[in-house]
C-alpha cells in the first residue's frame, strides 16, 4: 500500500506522506495560515458548540498508526497498527489507560461484543502469534485473517483463537445470531503487489465465533457479491475486487458494503448468507467507495468516498467539493426491489492546507430524535458534525480539528474514527485519544441515549 491509511490502489499522483511539499504547495499553505483562514501547525480550533475535554497522547508502547474505536460500557478500544489499546472512559473528561497489547498487524480494525474483541489483519505475517513478523505474502507459511480475544478480564485481554481468510482482513463487521456471532470479512486486492489477493476476489469471507467456545472460531463460508466480476474501473473509479468496509443494521435485517468501484444493499436476514439486492457506481466522481452508515430509520444510507487512500491532500478548493465526499442514497422500494438512488454529496466545507491528508472517513450517527445526524472523522480535517436530515441540503453544525501536522510537507495525520457514544464524541487522532462534547439543539436529545456496546459497523437502533 501506498501509506499507512492507504485504502485505495493508487492514490494518484498525489506526493507520499512525509515528502517535502512543492513550492506553490507550501506558498499556499503559508499564505493561508497566516490570513487565518486554515490554524497553524497542531494548533487546535473548533465551533462554538463544540468541547475539548480531554486528549490521551499516544502511548509510547504502541507507535503505530492509530485505527478504529469499539465501545463497551465504561470502556473505549481502540485499534493502532502495533495492537490495541483499553481506556477507562467512566469519566470522559478524564480518560485513563486501563491496558495495552502489543499485537502487530495493520490495520487492527476492531470490535467487542460480550466477551470477545475481535481484530483484522491485512498485513501477511510469518504466522498467527502475536509475536508475528511481517513478511511477503508470496511465502508459502504467510498469514493474515482475524485475530479473537478474550476481554472478560479488561485488564489482561487474553488470546484465544486466530482464523486465516483468503486476501486477509481489511476490516471486518459483526452480526450476531443466537449464540454466535458472525464476521463479515472484508478485503480486497489493492494493487499488483499482493499477489495472493489477485481478481477475482469477488466476495467475503464468512467467520462463525461461538461465544461459548470462542476457541472453536472457523471459517463457515465465502459468500460471492460480484458474480459478474464488480466495477472494471476507469480513469476516476477503482476496479472492485472485494469490499472495502460493510455496515450491518441487524434490527432491519439490512447492510450496505462499501466496495471499492460499488456501493451495495444486502439481505442478512440469514447472517450467515448475505444477498446482495441492489448495486450502484459513480465513476463520475467516487474514486474509492470506503464506508457506509444508515439514517436510524434505515431509509437513507451515507457512502464515503476515500480519493487518494487516506494520505492525500483533497479538502482544498482544486479538488472542489464533490470528489472524496460522502454521498447520500435514498433506499426504495421493498424487498427484493429495494433500490439505492442518489441524493446529493457533503463535504466538509473548511479547506485545508496542501500538506494536510485530508478526506470522508469514519464516522456513525448521533442519536438525535428526528433528525439524521453524523459525526465523522476527515483525518488532518478533524471532527466533523454535519446534518443530512434535507437530504437535498445537507450542512455541517460542528467541528473541531487541528493545524497541519507540518508546514513545509505533506505528512500523515489526523483523525481516524469519530464516533458518538453515550453523550460524548471519541476521535481516534494520530495525536492521540480525544473526547469532545457537542451542546447543540439539534444533537441534544442524544444526550439521553444510552447504550452498553457499540461498533459502529454494527448500526444499533436507538428508537423504536
Known amino acids: 500500500m501506498t501509506g499507512p491509511a492507504a485504502a485505495t490502489p493508487d492514490p494518484g ?37 463544540v468541547t475539548h475535554l480531554a486528549n490521551i497522547p499516544r502511548s509510547a508502547g504502541l507507535s ?6 469499539a465501545f463497551q460500557g465504561d470502556y473505549a478500544f481502540a485499534g493502532n497498527y502495533n495492537g490495541f489499546v483499553v481506556y477507562d472512559i467512566s469519566r470522559p473528561a478524564e480518560p485513563e489507560i486501563v491496558s495495552q497489547v502489543l499485537c502487530p498487524g495493520g490495520q487492527n480494525d476492531i470490535s467487542v461484543t460480550g466477551d470477545l474483541l475481535i481484530l483484522s489483519v491485512d498485513s501477511s505475517r510469518n504466522d498467527d502469534s502475536c509475536a508475528s513478523f511481517s513478511q511477503s505474502a508470496t511465502q508459502p507459511d ?23 481468510t483468503a486476501c486477509g482482513s481489511h476490516t471486518h463487521t459483526l452480526v450476531p445470531d443466537r449464540e454466535d456471532v458472525y464476521v463479515y470479512v ?44 464488480g466495477f472494471p474501473g476507469d480513469d476516476n473509479s477503482s476496479v472492485t475486487s472485494g469490499c472495502h468496509d460493510i455496515t450491518a443494521y441487524p434490527r432491519l435485517r439490512l447492510a450496505a458494503g462499501a466496495c471499492m468501484g460499488d456501493g451495495i444493499l444486502m439481505d442478512i436476514s440469514r447472517p450467515g448468507r448475505p444477498r446482495v439486492i441492489d448495486r450502484v457506481q459513480d465513476a463520475d466522481n467516487f474514486a474509492f467507495w470506503h464506508s457506509a452508515t ?17 494520505v492525500a491532500a483533497t479538502c482544498n478548493a482544486e479538488v472542489g467539493d464533490e470528489f472524496g465526499a ?70 455541517e453544525i460542528g467541528y473541531f480539528e487541528r493545524g497541519p501536522v507540518a508546514e513545509d510537507m505533506l505528512a500523515f495525520g489526523g483523525s481516524w474514527s469519530a464516533y458518538y457514544y453515550n453523550g460524548h464524541i471519541y476521535s481516534n487522532d494520530q495525536k492521540g485519544l480525544d473526547v469532545l462534547r457537542i451542546d447543540d439543539p439539534r444533537t441534544n436529545s442524544a444526550f439521553g441515549v444510552r447504550l452498553d456496546e457499540l461498533n459502529a459497523q454494527t448500526q444499533p437502533g436507538y428508537y423504536r
Not at 16 to 39: D, K, L, M, Q, Y
Not at 64 to 69: A, L, M, R
Not at 294 to 310: A, C, N
Open 13 to 49: 499522483d498525489a506526493p507520499p506522506a512525509g515528502t517535502e511539499a512543492p513550492a506553490g504547495e507550501r506558498a499556499r499553505t503559508e499564505a493561508a495560515t497566516e490570513s487565518g483562514g486554515i490554524p497553524g501547525v497542531d494548533e487546535i480550533v473548533h465551533s462554538d458548540n
Open 294 to 310: 444508515f439514517s436510524q430509520d434505515g431509509t437513507k444510507v451515507v457512502f464515503t468516498d476515500e480519493l487518494g487512500g487516506g
Open 142 to 164: 504467510s498469514w493474515e485473517g482475524i485475530r479473537v480475544f478474550d476481554i472478560s478480564d479488561v485488564r489482561n485481554p487474553r488470546y484465544v483463537a486466530a482464523v486465516e
Open 326 to 395: 460522502n454521498g447520500i442514497y435514498h433506499i426504495t422500494g421493498r424487498g427484493d426491489q429495494r433500490q439505492l438512488e442518489f441524493q446529493s454529496y457533503f463535504k466538509i466545507p473548511r479547506h485545508q492546507a496542501d500538506t494536510e491528508n485530508c478526506v470522508a472517513h469514519n464516522g456513525s450517527l448521533i442519536p438525535a430524535r428526528g433528525r439524521d445526524i453524523m459525526v465523522q472523522s476527515w483525518y488532518q480535517g478533524g471532527v466533523s458534525v454535519w446534518d443530512f436530515t434535507d437530504s437535498d441540503h445537507p450542512r
Open 64 to 69: 503505530g498508526t492509530n485505527s478504529d474505536i
Open 186 to 229: 472484508s478485503s480486497y486486492s489493492p494493487s499488483a503487489t499482493f499477489p495472493d489477493c489477485q481478481p477475482p476476489h469477488d466476495g467475503i469471507s464468512i467467520v462463525r465465533v461461538p461465544r461459548d467456545a470462542p476457541e472453536r472460531a472457523a471459517l463457515s463460508g465465502f459468500e460471492l457479491v460480484f458474480p459478474d466480476g
